[in-house]
């Protein structure tokens, strides 16, 4: 897969699997925006990346704000020709009631 001359975007680009995939995309030629709203974790991404010989960059970004830091990343990043979206939150507790009955099974 080549991937020169090509921009991507990856949300989420700080955790486990958007760190992978960046690294791929950057492997392959593409010049990658990662996004998170971790600096630290940013930066050690696009340290091994480099180290790596990739090109690529980190915003800092709170996707779930919206507005302006949609806006903001739009312009930093410029124009995109491979757009990931790999955001996501990890809320832990029940998602739906649970009666007694149903924690006796």
């Given at each position: ?5 090509r ?16 690294a ?6 593409a010049?990658?925006?990662i996004?998170g709203?971790?600096e ?26 919206g ?10 990043a410029?124009?995109?020709d ?12 029940a998602?739906i ?9």
């Amino acid at each position: 897969m080549d991937l020169h001359g090509r921009r991507a975007l990856v949300t989420g680009g700080t955790g486990s699997i958007g760190r992978a995939i960046a690294a791929r995309l950057a492997g392959a030629g593409a010049t990658v925006v990662i996004t998170g709203r971790d600096e630290r974790r940013g930066e050690e991404v696009i340290a091994g990346i480099r180290a790596n010989g990739g090109k690529v960059d980190f915003a800092r970004a709170d996707l779930a704000s919206g507005g302006p830091a949609v806006r903001e990343l739009a312009d930093r990043a410029g124009d995109i020709d491979i757009l990931v979206n790999n955001a996501a939150a990890n809320i832990h507790g029940a998602i739906i009631p649970v009666d007694g009955g149903l924690t006796a099974v």
